[in-house]
């Protein structure tokens, strides 16, 4: 699933007539319109909490029907990791949108968006849920290309290849070949297994001091991915519990691994060694480490085996996160004994 596509239906319904609430006098639809611009610029910075400060002030100026409010919140909280709050917000969204059918639109591909990175656990029912919205999409609005773009991967990740290949090749009639979506169109229309998580992660990363890590240079440890951003409250919030971790199993085939996407590298490097972060970090502005990875929010966390197969993935921060992490881990290596 693209990782971009809430903010791209947030900076695309701004150009929408009617985005906005049809009672809003001319004033106030003027200032709420400088509000989401305003959000609009800070989400795309990066600045998470200026963006939510300026969308809740939108949705209350709007009295509760702004679209692109909505949608900016939902993805403030997709990127911080907390997909159910996300989903709510897209729900409210469609909601708000009401018979406006490019605004409709928008909202329901961005709730099934949500609904496909939650269908990551395997839920059937998830998937089934996120292809109705995005046909529900495509109905409403059947120039929405995006919404082929993203139907296509779901259905090719959970093997429902030709159908998948069919939405693909109809993203690529309506949008072209060119982008990165465009040329992974082409690539997973090729080998549909492309579009699947691989039961192997094949990785080569680039670290602060100077090293590289591969499958080979970790090949028996147990490695912990640890995917974040210095914007992302909850990854900042976290890092006393990575830090335990690289304690408690100093020593040990355990390896702690943190990737940040982050901009510029200039902000990454005064953060890590400011706050003295030890272990191997490695710089994924591109996001191309995190797309191999199929991460989407942060943080993700993953943990792979000495054989380099993934056993865990959590997506978010909470108070149980430690917990689930050290137990995994602590499995791994029992595992890795026998």
């Known amino acids: 699933m693209r990782r971009t596509i809430l903010l791209s239906a947030v900076l695309a319904l701004a150009a ?4 906005a609430s049809q009672k809003q006098k001319p004033a106030g639809a003027a200032a709420l319109g400088q509000l989401v611009s305003q959000g609009d610029l800070q989400l795309a910075a990066g600045q998470l909490k200026a963006a939510m400060n300026d969308f809740q002030e939108g949705d209350k100026l709007s009295g509760h029907s702004c679209v692109p409010c909505y949608l900016g919140m939902a993805e403030i909280n997709r990127r911080s990791g907390d997909l159910v709050a996300a989903l709510g917000e897209t729900g409210l969204a469609v909601k708000a949108a ?5 605004l409709a639109a928008q909202a329901l591909l961005s709730r099934g968006a949500i609904i496909a990175e939650m ?12 292809v109705s919205d995005f046909r529900k999409a495509l109905a409403l609005d059947p120039a929405l290309a995006a919404a082929h773009f993203d139907l296509g991967v779901l259905l ?3 093997k429902f290849d030709a159908e998948g290949k069919t939405e693909l090749e109809a993203y690529l009639a309506a949008a072209g070949p060119g982008g ?14 492309l579009a699947r998580p691989q039961s192997t992660l094949q990785f080569s990363l680039a670290t602060a001091s100077g090293q590289t890590l591969t499958n080979g240079s970790l090949a028996g440890k147990v490695v912990l991915f640890d995917f974040w951003a210095t914007w992302c409250a909850p990854c900042r919030a976290a890092l006393p519990m990575l830090m335990a971790l690289q304690r408690r199993y100093m020593g040990r085939p355990v390896e702690i ?7 510029p590298r200039s902000t990454w490097q005064k953060y890590i060694a400011g706050h003295h972060l ?28 000495g054989r380099d197969a993934p056993i865990l ?15 995994a881990i602590n499995k791994a290596l029992r595992a890795s004994r026998q």
């Open 16 to 19: 929408l007539p009617g985005y």
């Open 98 to 102: 009401g018979g406006n059918k490019p």
């Open 119 to 130: 269908a990551n656990d395997g839920s059937y029912e998830k998937v089934e849920a996120a």
């Open 156 to 158: 090719l990740r959970h």
């Open 180 to 193: 990165r979506a465009g040329t992974e169109a082409m690539r997973f229309i090729a080998d549909p297994r």
């Open 257 to 263: 691994v943190s990737i940040c996407e982050d901009s």
């Open 278 to 305: 030890d272990w191997p970090q490695s710089y994924d502005s591109s996001g191309r480490t995190a797309n191999t990875f199929g991460v989407s929010s942060f943080p993700t966390y993953i943990l792979i085996d």
């Open 313 to 327: 993935r959590l997506a978010g921060y909470g108070g149980e996160t430690e917990l689930e992490l050290s137990q």
